[in-house]
């Protein structure tokens, strides 16, 4: 049973928006991604999902749209690529296709230009396919996914550290005037201490002045008795 209950660190926050925003681009559930992280964490499934909603979920909105719009395009393509392939437009495209000579010099050079933006595709013009297309659009919305998962991520950082900045002000000013105040109960804890002393020294010799005073005096009389002296 898992019973964790310590609190989240940012790894863990860290972990949870990549698994759900990974499942969210792939089409799958919230629910499979708070059970992937919760068997990572050693967390349950609930724990993984409150803390979604309540804490991380904010901070990633600008990510959450953009893996929302990579399903689209992912789900999109799929359909696209399940739909047979029209001989009657293939035939129709090779009919109608211009045959001049520069026109043909502009598509090579084009193809060429699509070679050098696009470095994972095949250099051979004629092997250019649909699926290499698909590749390249594919690590593009990677990378802007990515690029804004970073920015999120900044973002967040820096009002973390504005924060934290703001924190240490407020407890540098609060230590000055706890040292301010320890000083003065350091005086005024050394002035009674003086006072004190004082007036224990003042009561000593008041005792002793009121001893010599009070001690009484005695002679023998010729019958062996003791008789106060009066003084």
């Not at 990572?40 to 904010?58: E, M, P, Y």
């Not at 934290?164 to 009674?192: P, T």
Request: hydrophobic fraction near 35%; glycine fraction near 2%; aromatic fraction near 6%.
């Amino acid at each position: 049973m898992k019973v964790r209950q310590d609190a989240w660190s940012q790894e863990d926050d860290l972990l949870l928006a990549e698994t759900v925003l990974r499942h969210i681009r792939e089409g799958s559930t919230q629910l499979n991604a708070f059970d992937e992280v919760g068997d990572a964490l050693n967390r349950t499934s609930a724990a993984c999902g409150f803390r979604w909603n309540a804490v991380v979920r904010n901070k990633y909105d600008d990510a959450i749209k953009l893996a929302k719009k990579h399903r689209k395009e992912r789900k999109r393509r799929v359909a696209n690529d399940a739909k047979p392939v029209s001989t009657y437009n293939a035939i129709a495209k090779q009919q109608y296709a211009p045959e001049k000579a520069y026109q043909t010099e502009v598509s090579e050079e084009k193809e060429v230009e699509m070679d050098i933006a696009m470095p994972s595709i095949s250099t051979r013009k004629r092997d250019l396919t649909l699926t290499d297309v698909i590749d390249f659009l594919e690590k593009m919305a990677q990378n802007n996914y990515m690029s804004a998962t970073a920015k999120v991520e900044n973002e967040r950082l820096v009002r973390e550290n504005d924060f934290l900045n703001k924190k240490v002000e407020e407890l540098s000013a609060r230590l000055k005037e706890l040292e301010n105040e320890h000083k003065v109960v350091e005086e005024d804890y050394q002035s009674i201490i003086q006072i004190m002393n004082r007036a224990r020294r003042m009561a000593l010799l008041e005792e002793e002045s009121e001893e010599d005073r009070a001690a009484p005096a005695f002679k023998m009389d010729k019958n062996g008795n003791l008789e106060k002296i009066a003084k």
